[in-house]
């Protein structure tokens, strides 16, 4: 089974190895999303969507809603974002019978990019 979760953050950044208009500050409201795989626990949950959205506000939200995303991502594109968010939540996420799947990070509704853990 796949559990899904949505979150939506508001950011700046600016893209510094980059000609182009995002070279130049500016800001989105990004979506994410979380995807864990699992089997059912003795709950008959993979994971509770209550614990699911503290631990994402905690450890990344916290972090990224309303910051500038350059100060601790150096390139913050959109494939960078969702590396750095892959590697905090992975091993936050992990038990016996669970693990983070993938995650997706929008930084307009038509433009986002997929993750999972693969170069």
Request: charged content about 35%; some cysteine.
């Amino acid at each position: 089974m796949i559990l899904v979760k949505e979150f939506e953050f508001d950011a700046a950044h600016n893209l510094i190895n980059y000609k182009g208009k995002c070279e130049k500050l500016h800001g989105h409201t990004y979506k994410l999303v979380v995807k864990l795989k699992g089997r059912k626990d003795n709950e008959d949950m993979i994971y509770d969507f209550v614990d699911l959205k503290k631990l994402v506000k905690e450890n990344i939200l916290v972090e990224f809603d309303h910051g500038y995303i350059n100060d601790f991502i150096e390139q913050p594109t959109a494939e960078n974002i969702a590396e750095y968010i892959w590697n905090k939540l992975e091993k936050l996420i992990e038990r016996e019978n669970v693990n983070l799947h993938e995650i997706e990070v929008w930084e307009t509704k038509n433009s986002g990019i997929i993750y999972n853990g693969e170069y």
